[in-house]
């Protein structure tokens, strides 16, 4: 198939290519028809170069189509050659002052918060920077795509429009001219001709909807049977149904289809098959047959391809234009005339309404193209914009309309620029005059809302998904409400106020539709059977409530608007109100001799509503009467008088006693509709607009109405009216013991009847209820909120309401009352309450939840007590009320109140015989508190002439009316101020006397003459002081009684210890051998400490007992005994990698006897340290195992840990482990022979060593040939003489018991299967070379952590290191004995091969690439498999001395080899030590064995300090690892951190200080070794500088550097496009901490597929960064992330802070974030520790919704 397409392709080519773009423009010049000219041209055109097969070349039909098809326009337009054409027009063009950059997905956006006229006005990163904003409080979010940078928009901001790229010198901003002088009248006409007929034809195709044929004037003759079926995208089907359709439909495989459905998804339509028409059909009918069981199918088509042709070439020609217009604004000025001229039909025919109109039904791809296009022409030109704008509005009813039943996601619909126009506040003033823009909102928007009950109401029917899908759709509306009226007009014209006006009639027409919607009822006896709907309602009000708050801010700003629309509301709530109080028959209450007219009514009988939105509109309206002094301006302009007040509160009034009795109980059976209703009425997104507005109204009604009638009416609404109105109610109410419930309820009720009587009077914080402003209103609620607990910057912002602007005012005065408390390593930055600020404290403040307010009274108490005060908690002085307000105190002192007041106490003090209950006290005890605090601001500020009306003091020094003459309120609180059951309010009580005599004090002295003090004062004062002695008297007594059981508990301890003396001294013993603190033993004190060699420090077994976690029982560690084993974890590691590039290829095959210096992958064992029987753990895994089988057969969730790969979790701690490591006694004095004769020298050793090797070598050869060989050659045999006392016969015996031996097997293959990632093995060779790699690279790893963090090599190493290091090394020294001895001996002889060459290896690896503390670890543990069988006397010791001598030797080589040489200039000072001169001397035989390869000789000076720098890692994990295999306890000078150790490590190690004695000893052999060494042709490649080498010390790894300003990074990630799809954005840019690769994760594109499983890009990569352990940053969320494995994953947080200490995950708040280094260290020490998979495992066993997610697909 393809073969025969070749050559056609390339035909095509020919004939296009001769096409000529100046000639043809020629053509056209002449033409006559020039439109049918151009048509031709297309026709003739598009379809040879678009749509010639099953797949696009995007790249060959760009660049055809621009030598064919817009060579020729750009020619015509310019009149000459385009490369000179445009950047001539570009010159005599006048850079814009309007940035217009289109954003693009996930690209950082920035507001800022003091400038921004609304949240919507965003900045690109260029501009942002740039510009005065950076240094002001600015939000950063990343966008959604689509919307554009406002940079240079003066409407957009209140100051700093201009950054620095788009700053004009002002005065050209004066005129606006037009853009077209700057083009010649040809050039203009030319662009005309070809705008008008190019977009046109654009628009045709695009909205072209046959599906076979072409419009007339684009058909072509020959028409080819070629058609593609073409699938379009929708919001419906999930991406798993689209590609198993595709599966189906067209037989494509898995990957095919996934990048079917990926390009679906991006540009909105793909075509799936190509061929004729019928084999197209066949594949759509299968889609839709396979998509439309549940929903409506996918949209599929069949089409012409020289349809598709057209239409793809119509979406380059807008790309085209929206290109050529960038070039010079004359030209974009023409293209919006053409877009915006009217077409023949009239109405809505221009080019810009049919797209508009027709914008629901083309394909995303399409959409996003034309919607660039708008922006970079009509919103770029301000008088276009305006035009543009008005189409806009006229089409507003359509487009919505369109946009509700299309499904596409808001950003792809073109209602979606509503935001880039109605945020201008100039268009969106004149569209509200012009096009009465508020009002078609609203009606669109009722409109869409149809369902209503018999009074006119909204219904909303149960919600499906469809409907929430609609009405999500319809909440757009209010979103375009929002931004009309964002921006506050600041002078009115007649023409805004009738249209605003008209406006806020259609706003209530809206409310009015929501005047007690969802009303419910009381159920009684049985359970409601289904919740009814009220989410639907209140999602409503929440959208609405800032539309309503901007309403009344609307209103607030002009005095006539403010009038009318006072009016206007109150009308509505009387039409509201008229058929309400009808059929309810009226009743008169009475009390105290005051009575009332009112209707009867029981909220717990008939229905009620939560949603009185008109009710609530009004109050705001009333208190901004007040507050614009309107109300005493023009009193006769407002139908005050006609206000009936009890109407105007019922409605408020009855919500308020609806959550009453919902907290007392009542309405439990009406479910949890109802609980979440009165939740989301008191919550801080909505009370705003409902509960603080109906507490408003309550205080509307008061102060217009006799306080006495209010306070009746209430009661009767409480159903309590009959419990106050007749007196000893409550004595034989609680006499006829009736139901329990009945009672507490009416407590219950009691107490929120009290509650609202407090908010009513004490809440006057609302600009216009009191004389304050707005920032008190804020400080208020902030120093509440901060009296329950200190609280975080965000949560604060959340407590705190919003408004449209998303502030809430709160930065500008919380330094006034809070002090900030920066975080640690964890947690976050801490607000705290200013001391001073505790007196403003309320505790009967109103928007406390229940739980709040006993928080908050709890912690307030506990502070009084901390700073010695008395406990009460007064209630605060209050501003005074506005004068519309100021007879609402007047409640205080009513007879009524008065009365409950009385009533309250006379049950507190006969308190048994009464139902009362404390809190109903306290409230009335805060009134009371209230009352006296009023009185006494009216007599502080009374001036000469007024007399106080405020006579509360005396009203309750009075006794009772005379029937019962009960005593007077004052005598009650002083009988009630000793009741022993009243310890609690005692403090109150006495704070409520007090101020009573203060007041009294006041009066007297302003009335005639001084009275002497009254009686009640001294005695109160002397009382007082009895208190305070008694309680003083009191808390002594407690001291002393604390330190008389203190001093018995020690003495107890004391004869504890002393009865039990020996037990304590076992466990002191214990702690001493677990830990190996042996320095403190008096025979190490004053000797050398030698951690090897013949003169090893000999140190006393000391014996270790231990106890198993899971039985319980004590055990002393023994060669014989039982195995005791560690919970182990082992893993491949790349942290000291510094090649992450290796790869092995078949693990089967690879040989890892020699560790290359890059360390480009080890394996790293770690243990939580905690010891179990070996039998004891096999018991508990199988366990695990059986219990992982049971449940896979119930359900297939993963757990934290993984089975199946031998996983488990300590059965202490929880810490993953994957295997056990046995605790053994050190090996090396098991297989310690005494050594009788005098240990060789280094040179004579090795030649021991080398004639061992050689006759093991032979024995070896003879062992594998054929025995057919004669005997003669055995008598050879004989006489090759073994070196002396050498018997390879001898087979040592295993010393350790079978359960060790069985341990030491199972630890080994551990390490083996997950080093290699091989089947579990335990006879392959290479498991005793992984044991050793393991027992170095943990070593190595340890290293590293201790030299970054400075600390000493032995300085206090955490208990669970120290047991893993010295478990670890002394299994890997005795692993030998259960491995075949043959195989160690051979490792010994190739690993000895790379140092002492032999004839028989010699494929070693040269010097350069060998890891020497991993050969050093090797050569030691391999060792006694060939001392064993050595009897002449040479001691393990020797042998370890030498080859650590050895490879020391060959350590100083390399380093001499690689070390780079920087002339420094200080050499000339230093002295040439003995040090210097031996280096010197050493380098010079390097040079002469390297051929003179090696550079010119630097200083000695320089050399020495190479190689001591160099050389102390290796004899750091040397001291390591010799400390733990013989167990020689570190000499103190190495457990404190300080200068350089060089010289007491060289002691410790046996080394002599200057290091190259070594050579200088033993010369003779050094010469030849050094010579073998050099003479390898990698090292003469290095030198001449074809290869590269480690050089030493190896620099430590650490992550990558972030930048210190998170919108660097997100911007970095905006760029980042997926590398699979083509150019695609990716969606999910996540940066990899360890290599700062960027990947595209969890998305279909860029998956992989690893050992058989997809894995997305995550995943993939961290088994090739980092073996499977990866350290993610996702960009977008602001999150780390950490994988391990496929199936192990766990978010933890991020490295970035805002200013207030807090982290920001998924950048919701938006706040700038900067970079925390302490934070991003310790993540980087959780790497360098190897914690990260054990980080997992605590953070999944800890949040089982962590344990659910597929973390491969990240």
Known sequence: MASELEPEVQAIDRSLLECSAEETAGKWLQATDLTREVYQHLAHYVPKIYCRGPNPFPQKEDMLAQHVLLGPM????????????????????????????????????????????????????ECFLGSIHRDHRYRMTTSGGGGFCDCGDTEAWKEGPYCQKHELNTSEIEEEEDPLVHLSEDVIARTYNIFAIMFRYAVEILTWEKESELPADLEIVEKSDTYYCMLFNDEVHTYEQVIYTLQKAVNCTQKEAIGFATTVDRDGRRSVRYGDFQYCEQAKSVIVRNTSRQTKPLKVQVMHSSIVAHQNFGLKLLSWLGNVIGYSDGLRRILCQVGLQEGPDGENSSLVDRLMLNDSKLWKGARSVYHQLFMSSLLMDLKYKKLFAIRFAKNYERLQSDYVTDDHDREFSIADLSVQIFTVPSLARMLITEENLMTIIIKTFMDHLRHRDAQGRFQFERYTALQAFKFRRVQSLIFDLKYVLISKPTEWSDDLRQKFLEGFDAFLELLKCMQGMDPITRQVGQHIEMEPEWEAAFTLQMKLTHVISMMQDWCALDEKVLIEAYKKCLAVLMQCHGGFTDGEQPITLSICGHSVETIRYCVSQEKVSIHLPVSRLLAGLHVLLSKSEVAYKFPELLPLSELSPPMLIEHPLRCLVLCAQVHAGMWRRNGFSLVNQIYYYHNVKCRREMFDKDIVMLQTGVSMMDPNHFLMIMLSRFELYQIFSTPDYGKRFSSEITHKDVVQQNNTLIEEMLYLIIMIVGERFSPGVGQVNATDEIKREIIHQLSIKPMAHSELVKSLPEDENKETGMESVIEAVAHFKKPGLTGRGMYELKAECAKEFNLYFYHFSRAEQSKAEEAQRKLKRQNREDTALPPPVLPPFCPLFASLVNI???????????????????????????????????????????????????????????????????????????????????????????????????????????????????????????????????????????????????????????????????????????????????????????????????????????????????????????????????????????????????????????????????????????????????????????????????????????????????????????????????????????????????????????????????????????????????????????????????????????????????????????????????????????????????????????????????????????????????????????????????????????????????????????????????????????????????????????????????????????????????????????????????????????????????????????????????????????????????????????????????????????????????????????????????????????????????????????????????????????????????????????????????????????????????????????????????????????????????????????????????????????????????????????????????????????????????????????????
Not at 98 to 104: D, I, Q, S
């Open 74 to 125: 750009e020619w015509y337009l310019c009149g000459e050659d385009p490369a000179f054409g445009f950047p001539k027009l570009e010159q005599a063009n006048k850079p814009s002052h309007l940035c217009g950059r289109v954003f693009k997905v996930g690209e950082p956006t920035y507001s800022c918060r003091d400038c921004a006229v609304d949240p919507t006005c965003v900045l690109c990163m």
């Open 892 to 1754: 205080l002192q009513s007879d009524v109140m008065l009365c409950i007041m009385r009533t309250v106490l006379q049950w507190a003090v006969e308190h048994n015989g009464y139902a009362w209950s404390e809190s109903m006290l306290q409230r009335v005890l805060h009134l009371i508190g209230m009352a006296l605090q009023e009185e006494k601001q009216h007599l502080d500020n009374v001036t000469e002439e007024h007399v106080v009306t405020f006579t509360f003091t005396q009203k309750i020094s009075k006794p009772g009316e005379a029937p019962n003459n009960s005593p007077s309120i004052l005598a009650m609180l002083e009988t009630l101020q000793n009741a022993p059951y009243l310890d609690v309010h005692k403090d109150m009580i006495r704070w409520i006397l007090k101020t009573f005599n203060a007041i009294k004090k006041i009066r007297e002295s302003s009335s005639t003459s001084p009275v002497a003090e009254t009686e009640g004062t001294i005695m109160e004062e002397s009382s007082r002081d009895k208190d305070k002695a008694e309680r003083k008297r009191k808390a002594e007594i407690a001291r002393l009684r604390r330190e008389k059981i203190m001093a018995q508990m020690s003495e107890m301890q004391r004869h504890f210890i002393d009865e039990n003396k020996e037990l304590f001294q076992q466990t002191l013993e214990l702690d001493a051998s677990t830990s190996a603190v042996l320095d403190n033993s008096p025979m190490v004190s004053n000797m050398t400490l030698r951690a090897l060699g013949p003169a090893q420090t000999q140190v006393p077994e000391q014996r270790q007992f231990v106890t198993c976690i899971l039985c319980q029982e004590e055990q002393e560690v023994k060669v014989e005994s039982k195995a005791m084993v560690l919970a182990a974890f082992v893993q491949r590691s790349t942290v000291l990698s510094k090649n992450r590039s290796k790869f092995i290829q078949d693990p089967e095959k690879y040989d890892p006897l020699f560790m290359h210096p890059d360390l480009s992958c080890g394996t790293h064992t770690g243990s939580c340290g905690h010891i179990m029987h070996a039998h004891c753990w096999q018991r508990y895994f199988d366990s695990v195992q059986a219990k992982e089988q049971r449940r896979q057969q119930r359900l297939r969730l993963h757990t934290s840990y993984d089975v199946e790969n031998g996983e488990f979790l300590c059965p202490l701690c929880e810490c993953l482990s994957n295997t056990v490591i046995p605790l053994l006694l050190p090996p090396r004095n098991i297989f310690n022979r005494l050594n009788i004769s005098d240990q060789p020298k280094l040179t004579q050793w090795i030649r021991t060593i080398s004639q061992q090797i050689k006759a093991l070598q032979v024995l070896r050869k003879e062992e594998s040939t054929p025995n057919t060989a004669s005997s003669k050659n055995l008598e050879n045999m004989d006489e090759l003489q073994f070196p002396e006392g050498f018997r390879p016969d001898f087979h040592p015996k295993n010393p350790y018991s079978e359960s060790i031996k069985e341990m030491l097997t199972t630890f080994g293959t551990a390490t083996y299967k997950v080093g290699l990632k091989v089947h579990p093995n335990e006879e392959d060779p290479r498991v005793p070379i992984m044991c050793w790699g393991s027992c170095a690279y943990t070593i190595q790893s340890i290293e590293r952590i201790l030299s970054d963090e400075d600390k000493p090599l032995f300085g206090p190493l955490p208990c669970r290191l120290d047991d893993c290091l010295r478990s670890l090394t002394r299994f890997a020294a005795a692993h030998w004995t259960v491995a075949s001895l043959s195989v160690v001996q051979g490792h010994f002889c190739k690993l000895f091969a790379s140092l002492v060459p032999d004839d028989n290896h010699g494929d070693l690896p040269c010097i350069l690439d060998i890891d020497m503390f991993h050969l050093l670890v090797g050569l030691v543990l391999a060792f006694p498999a060939l001392q064993c069988q050595d009897f002449s006397g040479i001691s393990l010791g020797t042998g370890d001395l030498h080859i650590f001598h050895l490879v020391t030797m060959a350590h100083i080589v390399q380093i001499l080899l690689t070390s780079c040489t920087e002339e420094n200039g200080m050499d000339q000072e230093n002295p040439a030590g003995e040090e210097e001169l031996a280096v010197l001397a050493l380098y010079k035989t390097l040079h002469q064995c390297t051929g003179s390869a090696l550079k010119e000789i630097p200083s000695g000076w320089h050399l020495w300090r190479n190689v001591r720098n160099g050389i102390m890692p290796f004899l750091k994990c040397c001291a390591l690892f010799f400390h733990y295999l013989n167990g020689v306890p570190s000499p103190p000078e190495l457990q404190v951190s300080g200068t350089s150790h060089f010289e007491h490590l060289c002691n410790y190690l046996s080394l002599p200080n200057n290091l190259i004695c070594l050579f200088q000893e033993n010369n003779e052999i050094t010469k030849l070794l050094i010579e073998s060494w050099c003479h390898n042709i990698e090292v003469k490649r290095y030198l001449e500088g074809e290869r590269d080498a480690i050089s030493y010390p190896r620099e430590s790894n650490k992550l990558i550097d972030l930048p210190e300003d998170y919108s660097s990074l997100i911007n970095q990630a905006s760029n980042f496009s997926c590398p699979k799809s083509g150019g695609d954005k990716s969606r999910a840019p996540t940066l990899c901490l360890v290599c700062g690769t960027l990947l595209c994760s969890q998305s279909y594109c860029c998956q992989t597929e690893l050992e058989g499983e997809d894995v997305g890009a995550c995943t993939a990569h961290t088994y090739s960064c980092g073996s499977g352990v990866g350290i993610f940053l996702r960009v977008r969320e602001c999150q780390v992330l950490f994988l391990a494995g496929k199936t192990k994953g766990c978010f933890y947080s991020p490295p970035y802070l805002d200013d207030y200490g807090e982290t920001d995950q998924g950048l919701r708040r938006g706040n700038p974030l900067h970079l925390c280094k302490e934070r991003f260290k310790k993540i980087q020490k959780l790497w360098h520790q190897h914690s990260i998979t054990e980080e997992i495992g605590h953070a999944q066993e800890a949040n089982q919704t962590l344990v659910g997610i597929d973390w491969q697909h990240l």
